[in-house]
C-alpha cells in the first residue's frame, strides 16, 4: 500500500544551527500534511500543518515546504535548541470533510533529532 | 482547555487476558481516533469514531474493537493478548467538523508478558 517515508532516520545538529527533516510520500491523493513532535514518553505533539493547494506554510521557528512534483515534505526548524530533541513525524491524510480527517493518517516512521550543545 | 487524557498510563498483562484502554478527547471534539505505536511498525491507525459511530478502520484483527461513549469518551479493548500487542496505545481528539488535525495524549504503555 501506499506510505509516507523519511529519508534521514537519524540527524544530529549544532545548537544554534537550523534542521531540516524531510520526509517522501507517495499518494498523490493526500490533500493534506502534518508534521508532529514526539519527545519520550509523550505522545506526538503538533507542530504544523499543510494544505496540498500551498507550497510553503510558516509556524514559530518552523517552516513546512510542500513540493507536489517530486512530493516531498520538509519541517525547517530556524535556530534549532536543545529543546527540540525528538522524534519527528510526518503524516499525510486525504480530502478532510465536515467530520474532519475521520483518523485517517498515514505516518512515517519518524526522524530522531538531536541536538548538540 | 484540558488535553487528552487517557487511563492508564501503564498496563501489564499476561498472554490471552483482555484489556480495556480509556481515553477522554479535549472537551468539544467529537473525534476520536486510536493509534498502535510500536517500534518496528511506527503508528498504526485502529480506528477513529465520530457521534459513536465508528467511521474508519484500520487492518487489525477483529481481536480490536472499540467505542465511543455520548460525551465522546472512548475505550478501545484489545482480547486474548498476544505478546505482540506490547505497545504504545495513543489516543487523537479532533474537533471533527472540517479540521483534520489530531491532538494526541500522552499513551497508555501496554506490556504482554
Known amino acids: 500500500g501506499e506510505s509516507v517515508g523519511l529519508h534521514l532516520p537519524t540527524l544530529s545538529v549544532q545548537e544554534g544551527d537550523n534542521s531540516i527533516i524531510n520526509c517522501a510520500y507517495s499518494n498523490s491523493a493526500s490533500d493534506y500534511f502534518i508534521w508532529y513532535k514526539q519527545e519520550s514518553g509523550k505522545g506526538p505533539q503538533f507542530i504544523i500543518d499543510i494544505r496540498s493547494n500551498m507550497d510553503k506554510r510558516q509556524g514559530q521557528r518552523v517552516t513546512v515546504l510542500l513540493n507536489k512534483t517530486v512530493k516531498h515534505l520538509s519541517l525547517q526548524i530556524a535556530a534549532t535548541q536543545p529543546g527540540d530533541s525528538a522524534v519527528y513525524f510526518c503524516?499525510?491524510?486525504?480530502?478532510?470533510?465536515?467530520?474532519?480527517?475521520?483518523?485517517?493518517?498515514?505516518f512515517g516512521k519518524g526522524t530522531k533529532l538531536s541536538v548538540k550543545p | 482547555k484540558a488535553g487528552v487524557t487517557q487511563t492508564p498510563r501503564y498496563l501489564i498483562k499476561t498472554r490471552g487476558q483482555q484489556v480495556t484502554l480509556s481515553c477522554s478527547p479535549i472537551?468539544?471534539?467529537?473525534?476520536v481516533s486510536w493509534y498502535q505505536q510500536t517500534p518496528g511498525q511506527g503508528l498504526q491507525f485502529l480506528f477513529e469514531?465520530?457521534?459513536?459511530?465508528?467511521?474508519n478502520k484500520g487492518n487489525f484483527p477483529g481481536r480490536f474493537s472499540g467505542r465511543q461513549f455520548s460525551n465522546s469518551r472512548s475505550e478501545m479493548n484489545v482480547s486474548t493478548l498476544e505478546l505482540g500487542d506490547s505497545a504504545l496505545y495513543l489516543c487523537a481528539s479532533e474537533a471533527g467538523t472540517g479540521t483534520y488535525t489530531q491532538y494526541f495524549g500522552p499513551g497508555t504503555r501496554l506490556t504482554v508478558l
Open positions: 469514531y465520530f457521534s459513536e459511530t465508528q467511521r
Open positions: 472537551s468539544g471534539h467529537r473525534s
Open positions: 503524516a499525510e491524510g486525504g480530502v478532510p470533510n465536515y467530520g474532519g480527517s475521520q483518523g485517517n493518517l498515514i
